[in-house]
Structure formats: C-alpha cells, structure tokens
C-alpha cells in the first residue's frame, strides 16, 4: 500500500485501551483526509482493532507507573528511533507517556523535529491533592511545557491552573471540551425496552426496581466505597446498584457490601463491552471519585439521558451543570443518600433532568465538534512547522 501523500500524525499513550476507547475515530478521520496516522502505546501490538486503525502501531515498553524507570528509559530509546519515521505532529495523551515522548522529541534535531500537542485528561496536580505530590508534577509540567507546541487542557480547573502556573504560553493553551463522545451510538433511540429487560437479567435485577450503575475501574480514586455506604442509608431499599468494571479493588469492596449487609442489592458485573442498554435503563449513573479529568462515564450517561449524583471531583460540575443530575461534595454520603432516594421518588423531574444532559452533550460535547476543533489546531501546528523549516 503507498504511503499517503498528506502530513504524518503520530497518537501515542501508555496503554492501548487509550488508543481504542479515545482515537480510533481520529485517525478513520485523518486518514479519509489523506494523512499518515500512527499509533505507539504499551500492548498495541496484540491488539487487532488497532492494526485495522491506524497505518502503523508501535509497542513501547510503558507502564503506568513512574517507579519504572527501566521502562521508561527503554521507552525513551524506542519513542527515539520511531520518531525518526520523521511524523510532523506528535499528539500524546497520558501523562508519564507525555513526558517521555515531549523529551524524546527535543532531542530530534530542529529542522526536522516534530510539533508535540499534549491532551492533559487531569493535571496529576489538583485542589485536595498532597503538597509533595502537587509540586512534583506541577515541576514536570513545567518543564516539559517549554518541549510542547500545544498543551490542550480539558476542564476548566485545568485551564485555571495552567494559564495561573505558566506552564505554556497562552498562545500554545488549548481549551477543548474533552476528547468527544459519539452520541449517535449514545442514544436511546435505538434501544427498546425489551432492551433494557434483557441488560437489566444478565445481573439478576428486576425491571421494576431502582437501580444505579457505578461505571470505571475498580481503584481507590473511584471512592466505590461512599455509593455502597449511600446506598445502605437510602429509605429506599429496595433500591439496588450494579458496578461496572473490574479492578484489583473489588475484593474489598465485595467484602464492605457483605459487612453492611448489602451483598444482595449490590452486582459486581465486571467489565462488559456494551454498557449502553443497563446504563440507560438505570435511575442514575453514580461517580464518587476524588480525581477526575473529564469523567467519560457522565458523558455517555448523559448522552443516554441518565441523570448523573457526582461528587465535586474537577471537571464533574460543568458536565452535570445545574440541571443535569446531582452535584455533591466529595465524600459526603449523606448527600449521596439523598440525592439517590430524590431520583426514585421524582420521576418527572428525573426524566426532564436527562432530556438536559442530553441537550449539553449533544451541544458542546459531540465527537464531531471535537474532531473539527483537532482540525483547527493540526492546521495551526503545521502552518507553524512549516514557518519554522523556511
């Protein structure tokens, strides 16, 4: 196959889950325009859905933890030589890969060195966060700010802190809403009830009862641990909730809902690849965590026109806003507990609640909104080398 005759864009990430849960329609876009889309991340090398996705995927040795410095290094010597395929733009989406990849870019000599945008989902310096660790990452931001083109920042708690830091100049300071969500294939139009029924017996819940989904990794950041507390403290009990997704977490939070007396109103389902039909059929979407960027799991449950309880982790309001669902301060289960039991006993209001975070999503955080907004940047990083190489 000839080598596309358009600008060459390379996506790297620390692992591959990345690559196809967030840019697989990037590059189908890119590509259709003509342009070379590669992909570098740790497991995309076994993974079949990219290969089908990009031009050429690259494995790099990268764990998600900075205490491997032998994968780092080794990243760093593998990012090296495939950035001599000479890409013109290099868009990173994790942080430990960020850092690795804007240094191994600063060493490729300037006339061919490739413009570096970096997509923060969640400076790894935040309000609440511990002091030393604060200032460990603020310190690295900076640095590798002065090796990065644009530094594209998700939430509006970001943007304050980037541009109050000076981690880049304004003029390499993007704000876009996130990474995007399809919400054509996050609809309910094309799910029935029967839909719901059969999504909602797969974890042994009936269809009449109240039921609340918890979506994402089973971690400590996640705080599981305040829905199983809330959930007990419902007047409504016979309300149950299904959490989606795995961890090395779960054992204990099996063993919590067994100690409060819940292990019959709680499913651990694990991961499952279409969460669309149990979602929508579900009261509420419930996130709890302590950090997050641009939470996904409130995107797709608004898109399926689910009011969402989040806790106030950063970017959480601007997704739920006013009138999406409940925002409540993290860790307070009290609150939890009473926004739950809110939602089952006011289903009007619950109903009008997802027409809204709907609206929002399908107003500001359309995929395709998304993709022409990368379009935008892209041209102006390229008309930007392009100066520089003249």
């Known amino acids: 196959m000839p080598r596309p005759s358009g600008p060459s864009?390379?996506?790297?990430?620390?692992?591959?889950?990345?690559?196809?849960?967030?840019?697989?329609?990037?590059?189908?876009?890119?590509?259709?325009?003509?342009?070379?889309?590669?992909?570098?991340?740790?497991?995309?090398?076994?993974?079949?859905?990219?290969?089908?996705?990009?031009?050429?995927?690259?494995?790099?040795?990268?764990?998600?933890?900075?205490?491997?410095?032998?994968?780092?290094?080794?990243?760093?010597?593998?990012?090296?030589?495939?950035?001599?395929?000479?890409?013109?733009?290099?868009?990173?989406?994790?942080?430990?890969?960020?850092?690795?990849?804007?240094?191994?870019?600063?060493?490729?000599?300037?006339?061919?060195?490739?413009?570096?945008?970096?997509t923060a989902h969640g400076f790894h310096f935040h309000r609440g966060g511990r002091r030393a660790t604060n200032a460990a990452f603020l310190t690295a931001e900076r640095v590798a700010g002065r090796w990065t083109s644009r530094l594209v920042v998700i939430n509006d708690e970001d943007y304050e802190a980037a541009q109050r830091n000076r981690i880049v100049a304004p003029s390499r300071l993007v704000r876009m809403p996130g990474i995007g969500i399809d919400t054509q294939v996050f609809s309910r139009s094309g799910m029935s009830a029967e839909d719901f029924a059969v999504a909602r017996r797969h974890v042994d819940v009936g269809s009449d009862t109240p039921l609340f989904v918890v979506v994402g990794e089973l971690n400590r950041n996640k705080r599981h641990e305040d829905v199983i507390a809330a959930l007990g403290r419902m007047r409504h009990r016979e309300a149950q909730l299904v959490v989606l997704g795995s961890g090395r977490e779960q054992p204990r939070l099996e063993a919590l809902a067994s100690h409060e007396?819940?292990?019959?109103?709680?499913?651990?389902?694990?991961?499952?690849?279409?969460i669309r039909p149990l979602v929508a059929s579900a009261i509420a979407l419930v996130l709890c965590s302590k950090r997050e960027g641009l939470a996904r799991s409130i995107m797709e449950a608004l898109a399926l026109e689910v009011p969402v309880v989040a806790s106030t982790a950063r970017g959480n309001r601007e997704l739920v806003g006013a009138d999406g669902g409940f925002v409540v301060p993290t860790g307070d289960v009290r609150a939890l507990a009473e926004s739950m039991?809110?939602?089952?006993?006011?289903?009007?209001?619950?109903?009008?609640?997802?027409?809204?975070?709907?609206?929002?999503?399908?107003?500001?955080?359309?995929?395709?909104?998304?993709?022409?907004?990368?379009?935008?940047?892209?041209?102006?990083?390229?008309?930007?080398?392009?100066?520089?190489?003249?």
């Open 261 to 274: 007396g819940l292990r019959d109103r709680i499913r651990f389902a694990g991961y499952v690849e279409d």
């Open 9 to 118: 864009l390379l996506y790297v990430a620390t692992v591959s889950h990345t690559l196809r849960h967030f840019l697989i329609p990037y590059a189908a876009h890119f590509r259709a325009l003509g342009w070379r889309v590669d992909a570098a991340a740790s497991g995309s090398s076994v993974d079949p859905a990219l290969h089908d996705a990009f031009d050429h995927v690259y494995e790099i040795p990268l764990s998600r933890s900075i205490r491997d410095v032998n994968g780092l290094v080794r990243t760093g010597q593998a990012l090296s030589r495939i950035l001599e395929s000479g890409p013109d733009i290099v868009h990173v989406h994790t942080p430990i890969a960020a850092f690795v990849t804007r240094l191994s870019a600063r060493r490729v000599r300037a006339d061919v060195r490739p413009r570096v945008a970096y």
């Open 341 to 390: 039991d809110w939602l089952v006993e006011h289903p009007i209001e619950r109903l009008e609640m997802g027409h809204r975070g709907r609206a929002r999503m399908v107003e500001r955080y359309d995929l395709q909104i998304l993709i022409r907004l990368h379009e935008e940047m892209y041209r102006d990083m390229l008309e930007a080398r392009g100066r520089r190489s003249h």
